[in-house]
């Protein structure tokens, strides 16, 4: 009789020891799930922060020639008092600015992979209000990634349609560093390449997906 209980006590021990193997294997599989999630999170956000202030160089150096030249057209400079420089033309000098440092729109890092890079465009143009004076002063810079010539590391993956891009909308040819834009439907300060601007605002674009 003794042995028929034991028996039994056996036979139950087995299930009960398989259903403990099966739980433990399942949840240490979601736990490795959720550390991979969360690591993956960490290393997109990385990468976006990185293509931000990438993406911010770019406009602080446009900037920063704009401050010293005005905008100005002329490679050998312009008279401040006499020419008038309309909205078209300066976005030309502008890009040109930006294609200055055409060669920095792909980085790479020491740290990473050597197949981990990131790459954007900039564009400099007029801003696209419908209301925009011919000498409003009034230019935008824009940031894009490229959907070829990319990395094709995961964490890089479909980075042109996930990342961000971002705008930056100033206006020029203000009398002074205290000056505010006037009305981007008037002729401010006749387009005069004095070096001068403020800045209007910085916006987050929607993705591309």
């Not at 056996?10 to 009960?16: K, Q, R, W, Y």
């Not at 600015?97 to 007029?126: H, M, Q």
Request: charged fraction near 15%; proline fraction near 5%.
């Amino acid at each position: 009789m003794m042995r028929n209980i034991d028996n039994q006590r056996g036979s139950i021990l087995v299930p009960v020891m398989l259903i403990g193997l099966m739980s433990t294997l399942i949840l240490g599989a979601l736990v490795n799930h959720a550390v991979y999630l969360e690591e993956a999170a960490v290393e997109n956000r990385l990468a976006e922060t990185r293509a931000y202030w990438l993406t911010m160089g770019h406009f602080r150096y446009a900037l920063s020639r704009e401050r010293r030249y005005g905008l100005c057209p002329n490679a050998l400079g312009c008279t401040v008092l006499l020419d008038s420089i309309n909205d078209v033309d300066k976005a030309t000098v502008l890009q040109s600015y930006l294609n200055e440092i055409a060669s920095y729109r792909t980085f790479t890092y020491p740290d990473e992979n050597s197949g981990y890079t990131i790459k954007i465009n900039v564009t400099g143009v007029v801003d696209d209000d419908p209301s925009r004076n011919l000498f409003s002063g009034y230019l935008m810079m824009t940031s894009s990634y490229p959907a070829v010539g990319v990395s094709t590391l995961p964490v890089l993956s479909g980075l042109a349609q996930r990342f961000t891009p971002y705008r930056i909308r100033f206006c020029s040819s203000l009398s002074s560093a205290y000056a505010a834009c006037g009305p981007i439907s008037s002729n401010n300060n006749s387009g005069r390449p004095t070096g001068y601007y403020n800045l209007r605002r910085l916006t987050r674009q929607p993705s591309v997906s």
